[in-house]
């Protein structure tokens, strides 16, 4: 068996060994200090100051500097400013401004709806700056009353207007021949004909051909189409004495029409 006493005997020695170790600091007037954790370091970083402008109900502006870590309303305090303010958590509408120029951000808020931020509103006793700021305040009223729309809003951009369309290019024209009168001052003499066939007779013939081929060139073009007819007429006979030529730019013929015996006009290919 094992004799429990002798077995305590080292745990008693050394509760004696601590008491009389604690007996002796306290005699030498030293404290007993255990061990501390050390502290991280902070990582340190220089706020940036903007300026703000508020414009007041009396229509004086006023501007202070606002550290970008520092809530705007505080700032405004701090330099003699007496701004609106309630809660100071952004939860009433005591606060309300509204800004002009510049960015600014908030905490968690929950008065304002993305719509009225879209506007300008903000809470200024939550507000931080990130840019020179200008701002309205005293808008708790407009706010409750759900004023949207202010003069001194800037408007929005125009967008330019559309450049007028270009007018549809003009369709071609068709292409027909050009047929020029053109005034004869003696008529070219008759030829005689070797094989019995007067020459008159196969002037007048291929006159008609070339007529048919000048209908089908101007169909379509009434006016043209008159002439044709009315040279048709002078070919099968007609009242008017003296030679008329009627050329074609287009296939360089000229036909000589009789107008007095059609029978003696004749065609000619330049």
């Given at each position: 068996t094992v004799d429990r006493r002798t077995t305590s005997r080292p745990r008693s020695r050394m509760r004696v060994l601590a008491a009389v170790a604690t007996v002796?600091?306290?005699?030498?007037?030293?404290?007993?200090?255990?061990?501390?954790?050390?502290?991280?370091?902070?990582?340190?970083?220089?706020?940036?100051?903007?300026?703000?402008?508020?414009?007041?109900?009396?229509?004086?502006?006023?501007?202070?500097?606002?550290?970008?870590?520092?809530?705007?309303?505080?700032?405004?305090?701090?330099?003699?400013?007496?701004?609106?303010?309630?809660?100071?958590?952004?939860?009433?509408?005591?606060?309300?401004?509204?800004?002009l120029s510049g960015s600014v951000s908030m905490d968690d808020q929950s008065t304002l709806e993305d719509e009225h931020i879209a506007v300008g509103y903000v809470c200024t006793c939550i507000a931080y700056p990130e840019s020179d700021v200008r701002f309205v305040?005293?808008?708790?009223?407009?706010?409750?009353?759900?004023?949207?729309?202010?003069?001194?809003?800037?408007?929005?951009?125009?967008?330019?207007?559309?450049?007028p369309a270009a007018p549809p290019a003009p369709?071609?024209?068709?292409?027909?021949?050009?047929?020029?009168?053109?005034?004869?001052?003696?008529?070219?003499?008759?030829?005689?004909?070797?094989?019995?066939?007067?020459?008159?007779?196969?002037?007048?013939t291929i006159a008609k051909k070339t007529l048919a081929v000048l209908r089908e060139c101007v169909a379509g073009d009434a006016q043209l189409e008159t002439k044709c007819d009315e040279l048709a007429m002078l070919l099968e006979g007609g009242t008017k004495p003296e030679y008329v030529p009627y050329r074609s730019e287009d296939t360089g013929y000229t036909i000589w029409l009789n107008k007095?015996?059609?029978?003696?006009?004749?065609?000619?290919?330049h």
């Open positions: 002796l600091w306290a005699r030498s007037g030293l404290a007993l200090v255990a061990p501390q954790r050390p502290v991280a370091r902070e990582a340190t970083r220089v706020a940036a100051t903007y300026t703000v402008t508020v414009d007041l109900p009396s229509g004086e502006m006023a501007s202070f500097p606002c550290a970008d870590d520092e809530f705007i309303l505080d700032a405004a305090e701090e330099a003699g400013l007496e701004l609106p303010s309630s809660c100071r958590s952004g939860a009433c509408t005591s606060c309300q401004g509204r800004v305040s005293h808008q708790m009223d407009n706010f409750e009353n759900g004023v949207m729309k202010f003069d001194d809003a800037p408007a929005a951009a125009e967008p330019p207007a559309a450049a369709a071609a024209p068709k292409a027909v021949p050009v047929v020029t009168p053109v005034v004869a001052t003696t008529p070219p003499p008759a030829m005689p004909s070797s094989n019995g066939v007067r020459l008159d007779d196969a002037k007048v007095n015996d059609p029978t003696n006009s004749y065609y000619e290919y």
